[in-house]
């Protein structure tokens, strides 16, 4: 599981301070359950930005796990928000996943575990309410009081021809994460900074139940 490396470095989604001086990792309401407009490059130009305009009915978020790397469901969005510590809102968001074959296009190396994530119908309507329950501590606390986490439970497991590498050398392997949008489909690489590492220290934490190959 990688639950604890997403809440606490924001690794598939991101973790704010629900304040007036921080964008809140939410896209703004949609009235009506209408789609938005598509984000402009300027506005998907980190990880976090391409989250917060997440458009469900147009783009994925797609993970590039390296070879050996096996993930499995649930591929669901796990949304805590507290007010000073104390929970006020916990719900899980659906995501529709589906998996693309390795080495179909070029920014997919032969092998790799691909994961295109998306939302389901209900996106605008949790959204709506994900952020009322923002504002309504924002408006009775002032900022800084509270907190949004949004994680993810997926879990990864390492193929046993991989056990070496990955297990016993220790070897880092990279991941990419992408927003696909348009038709035919783009491509546009996503940093995630500081918490690739810790990411990938994640999935080798797999090895403490992963075995060598006969």
Known sequence: MIRATFAGIAAIFLIVGCDNASKPAIAPAVENAAAPAAPSEAEVATFEEAVANFDGATQHLVWVLPPGIIASGPFSARVVVKADDATELDT?????????????RAEYPAGAEVLRLSTDASYPQRLEEIRGVVDGITSRLGPGHGELAITSDFKTEIDPTFHQEYCVDQKLPPVAIYLEQGEPSTL???PIGGAESILQATILAGCANAKPAP
């Open 188 to 190: 546009r690489k996503l």
């Open 92 to 104: 899980t968001i659906p995501l529709t996943s589906e998996k693309a074959a390795g080495g179909s």
